[in-house]
DNA sequence: TATGAATGAGGCTTCATTCAT
DNA sequence: GATGAATGAAGCCTCATTCAT
């Protein structure tokens, strides 16, 4: 019962890590799965082959199948959540936003498997979208609303913050799958996605500084 | 071999016209099944006994399942191109946006299968989707083309058009999925969605006429 | 598709009739399994192996597993009431018991598989238990009313026939356990087991002509 | 290590009373789940975790799941053997039988995991099923030998008396399993089934006093 | 062309038992 | 002796597709 960590160090588990250590395996095993094959082509047994555990030891981790399949994209959600924050800057409000767009990209090549889960979760783990989905967009809103106390936005009530977040999510959404894909690689995001995005937004959403304008 | 036509009248089929009629009569039973239960639920036998005909009589009409999968999407779309094109009028271009919008809403509540069948397809019915996809975004850049030709939009490229279309869709099926639905009915969409993305591409994407941005 | 009928003769069986003949080879599968394996080993993949067709063809036949199994007692019962009734005399009530308690356990000898599938049903398929029950329970009941009014039994009433009833089906369910098994074969009911029941039932039930007590 | 007896007092045990409390608990849950639920709900994994200790634990102290449940009915079939013994009489041997009868049924109701218990062994746990039923029947003889001797018996051989005993123990089985339960709860039996029993071997195995027959 | 029974691979899940700690 | 994670066989059922009638 020996494993290898991250830092090249042989360890010995005890009892309470072993266990951890097979669910983050299975855990694993389905993120690669899903995000290379899609929720519908994972099943258990394929599952637990890629983790390289019994099938039955994935029902000491988890009740069903669709159990695992719904953590998954809220867990990698938070992730994609750091990965933007700190990449996130102190200007103005539209830069901000822009940076977010441009790192949603950047974590998109990061975590290839990302989107896939994203996309797929909606019809195949219905409740971990939700989850996801209201995760994002409480945040989302909370970042409208400072911006609005820093003046940086005129015009929006609360309840249209909401709609414009789901805008966001949604142009995301078919940007990535439109741009992100060429020939089976994840690639960067063209300079007129990025663009065509600012400026509806710069001029669309936020009050910008004159000389900021389209740069 | 009689059939009652929508007219009411009982008619003789010859054998091209009852080709015809079992074909669009298994159609028409997808569309209603993938329509209120899902792609997943649309097994062959489950559409066949809501078209009234036997298993083995799908085989006569497409090639297999996905085949026919495949074609639902691109045929209501275009119902849906034709119905908004209908509502929309001949005002600047950016109020012909709005109205696209709104018209796009109202056709959900049309035609309540449209949603599912859309949403769904991207992984049940690819081929299906890129089809509607491709068909959508033709048709949306050509429409702002044209509003650029007229004056109506500065400053975008053709490239940065095909984002800002993909943004549209994105927008238009991310606030469907929000906001169309209420204790299993489909609603109209709430009014600050509309105002919400009355100002995003007013300010954002158009040059309007002083007197109408807001309005 | 020709099968050899029971009478030699090779046939050319129409659809229904293949249909009716596949359920059928189903439905005798499971009377030998069930009969000697019992129902815990009666697996879909058994019996569908036995019967020479794929696991697939049970389902056309049957909703589920249960729903064969449930069928399974009810059907043999009805063969055995038509056995016993066809050796069962006009002599009094008393001798009439008599031979329906030994025709039931010479149906058990010319069909093995009985007293399985009775015994094991009421757990493993307890609604056809419960429907094998009441019609043995109805019938019985009549038998013995139809006794009363021929004179034969005094003071019994309705209700306590039926208590009866359960004590005669108890009495040749634990019997049958008992004495018609040895070495694995079916053998037939030893002389002492008939002549206690013929004492306790022409003594405790029955008012007998005097000099047939006993005989 | 400290257990709370029955008595109240904290006690510490010794190695060889932790073992046998330990097969204690196991054994208790497993007649209570037994009993309730019945023995194909009877997991280990159910049973351990009802008793509270690991599945591991189980096989210090089994063989096998197999080997517990043998064990059940046998050790709960002598608590009625003593239990009925407790409430049979000196009368005549005829009243004693109707004693025996009755205190069956109130043990039924004492013990209500008992009957499901004795009805499912036959198929879940041959070995103590048949373990009981030489139990009982051994025991049932030498009582009807000695009502023989007494002269409450005529005209039956030792032979004779084995089948007498099994229909008696059908009956049992029968009855309970038909008037015993009522709405989930167990009931007691009603009077008709008494009387019914009364009658069939008052006349039907005994010589009864005159005065006392169909009281 | 229409029919619908037959096919069989593959999916999810349960559970008795083992074994390293 | 106690623990509980790991094992993997086996069970039931679904479904796209084929094919003889």
Chains 1, 2, 3, 4 share one sequence.
């Not at 899903?34 to 519908?40: E, H, L, P, T």
């Not at 990025?194 to 509806?200: C, N």
């Amino acid at each position: 019962m020996t494993e290898l960590t991250s830092s090249g160090k042989v360890t010995k588990l005890n009892r309470v890590e072993r266990n951890a250590w097979t669910k983050q395996k299975i855990f694993d095993a389905a993120t690669r799965i899903v995000g290379r094959y899609g929720y519908a082509e994972a099943s258990v047994a394929r599952i637990t082959e890629q983790a390289g555990v019994a099938q039955g030891t994935f029902y000491n981790h988890f009740d069903n199948r669709q159990e695992l399949l719904d953590q998954l994209l809220p867990k990698i959600g938070q992730d994609m959540v750091r990965f933007i924050r700190e990449r996130t800057g102190t200007a103005h409000a539209a830069r901000q936003e822009i940076e977010r767009f441009s790192a949603f990209f950047d974590f998109i090549r990061e975590v290839p498997e990302f989107l896939r889960i994203l996309n797929e979760a909606e019809f195949f783990a219905p409740n971990g979208y939700q989850k996801h989905l209201d995760n994002m967009s409480t945040a989302y809103v909370r970042i409208l609303k400072r911006a609005r106390l820093a003046g940086a936005i005129n015009d929006f009530s609360d309840e249209e913050f909401e709609a414009i977040v789901h805008i966001f999510m949604g142009a995301r959404g078919y940007l990535s799958r439109r741009y992100s894909f060429h020939d089976g690689a994840v690639t960067s995001v063209p300079d007129q996605v990025m663009s065509a995005y600012r400026k509806l937004i710069t001029r669309g959403l936020f009050t910008v500084p004159e000389d900021d304008d389209g740069h």
